[in-house]
């Protein structure tokens, strides 16, 4: 299978997972239950040689798709929100090439030390253990 049709059938995918998954949810339930709070903290995912496809809930109990190209580094998110026909969506959130981003030493990282320090640190040792 080419590298396009990958791609599209994980983005397929993903697509069918997030309609099945708004179908269940707009169906009213046949049976009286308590209700229980549900914790929007799992997520799904996949990959084949090229992408890799990850899913999860937003705050807002919107449904996620995250889509990275690992070999074009780039990453695309959709969004799809439930509940009555004319709220139902798929949204596209944005993309970026990521391939930069993967060259940073660090950003907003609040390590005891940087990588620069621990680069350093790990030369010295090196150089007194010879």
């Known amino acids: 299978m080419s590298r396009k049709n990958h791609s599209g ?4 995918a993903g697509f069918a997972l997030t309609a099945l998954g708004l179908v269940a949810e ?6 009286t239950t308590q209700s229980v709070p549900q914790l929007p903290s799992y997520a799904t995912s996949d990959s084949d040689g090229s992408m890799i496809a990850v899913t999860g809930i937003d705050v807002t ?3 996620l798709l995250y889509l990275i190209d690992t070999q074009n580094r780039q990453l695309a ?3 799809a929100t439930g509940g009555t026909s004319s709220t ?9 090439n990521i391939d930069l981003d ?14 620069k320090e621990l ?3 790990f030369e010295e040792a090196a150089g007194k253990g010879k």
């Open 9 to 12: 059938a994980i983005l397929f």
């Open 26 to 31: 707009s169906r009213p339930s046949q049976t």
């Open 61 to 63: 109990g919107g449904s």
């Open 77 to 79: 998110v959709y969004q």
């Open 88 to 96: 139902m969506n798929v949204k596209f959130v944005g993309a970026r």
């Open 102 to 115: 993967l060259q940073v030493d660090g950003y907003n990282d609040r390590s005891e030390f940087s990588f």
């Open 119 to 121: 680069a350093k640190q």
